[in-house]
């Protein structure tokens, strides 16, 4: 009897076990992803607010580099993508409550700093109030349409501020392209959940191609302007570098890398240059970050990357 009760036991034991591991494993689920009306997800990232107490940190780094590639001449715009909360936080159920003012003390401190900022929040949110669709309803992504309102507004401000001087415009033709794209969001939610919002969203990204008046041979990449970023500049579903293009008339040099957080694609440009693989000294180098990523963990992976630690070895 003692022997079939130690069984019977070791059995309720690891069906707890799995049932607290599966609980568990949910609430992760439920720690990643917010459900919202009319079919939009968001990540709970976001929901969380920013904290200002590395807020100063993240500013001084910027500082650093706006001044070390200042000195080849070069002019940094920082343009902080808004998190998806911000402007479309009507349709999350929760209602989470997170600071309105958080987008605006980071371009504050931005502008304090003597640093160059591109509002990407009023750009977006004027945008979505006239009607058009700037972000995927479930990825954590901007739509194609967003990528591109906010790269032509990116390019508006280049030329209205002088950073850029465009004598000549390359012809150029779009042709768009309808996908269904897989949503980086919904893999996260209840299979109960999965069955209400659908996993494919049908967008429709433009592919610009460039070529020269008199032949078809494509155009030179404009080498006064770098784009760098996280997968938000990201071809080919990602159009900031689109927009930008449209109005500048040429192509710019996009190295925006997935999956390399705030600091990646810098470290990766910071390497090719010393290489001789990519401008040095270009007039304008675009910088985008998410506001979701300007958080201690974030700021500090710099750690990370070596060619970001040569350069603040070296000050």
């Known amino acids: 009897m003692k022997i079939l009760t130690l069984k019977v036991n070791t059995s309720i034991l690891v069906l707890t076990l799995l049932l ?9 689920i439920r720690g990643v ?18 904290d200002k107490n590395y807020l100063p940190d993240f500013v001084s780094k910027l500082k650093f580099f706006d001044d070390y590639l200042g000195k080849s001449g070069t002019k940094i ?33 931005l502008k304090e700093a003597g640093l160059k900022f591109l509002d990407a929040k009023y750009v977006l949110k004027k945008a979505a109030e006239g009607g058009s669709l700037v972000w995927m309803r479930r990825d954590t992504h901007m739509s194609p349409q967003g990528g591109q309102i906010l790269g032509k507004n990116i390019a508006h401000y280049l030329t209205t501020n002088q950073l850029v001087n465009i004598t000549h415009k390359n012809n150029y033709t779009i042709d768009f392209q309808n996908v269904d794209f897989p949503s980086d969001l919904w893999r996260f939610i209840y299979p109960k959940d999965q069955l209400v919002y659908p996993k494919f969203e049908s967008i429709v990204f433009p592919n610009i191609k460039f070529s020269n008046k008199n032949s078809e041979l494509l155009a030179k990449f404009n080498p006064d ?13 990602n159009s ?26 810098m470290d990766y440009y910071l390497g090719e240059r010393k290489k001789n693989l990519v401008p040095a000294s270009p007039k304008v180098i675009i910088w985008e970050i998410p506001e979701r990523f300007i958080n201690k963990q974030s700021i500090q992976t710099y750690h990370d990357f070596p060619n970001i630690n040569k350069v603040l070895d070296n000050r």
């Not at 343009?79 to 504050?108: A, R």
């Not at 302007?225 to 071809?235: A, D, E, F, N």
Request: proline share 2%; hydrophobic share 40%.
């Open 20 to 28: 607290s591991f599966f609980a568990r494993a949910q609430d992760g």
């Open 225 to 237: 302007i770098v784009l760098i970023g996280t997968s938000y500049s990201v071809r080919p579903f």
């Open 240 to 265: 900031i570098a689109v927009g930008i293009e449209q109005v500048l008339g040429s192509e710019i040099l996009n190295l925006g890398r997935d999956g390399g957080g705030i600091w990646g694609s």
């Open 33 to 50: 992803v917010n459900l919202g009306s009319n079919g939009w997800l968001f990540q709970s990232e976001e929901l969380t607010g920013f």
């Open 77 to 109: 715009v920082y343009v902080i993508i808004p998190t998806k909360y911000e402007i479309y936080g009507k349709f999350e159920l929760n209602k989470s409550k997170i600071s309105d003012e958080s987008y605006e003390i980071i371009g504050k401190s």
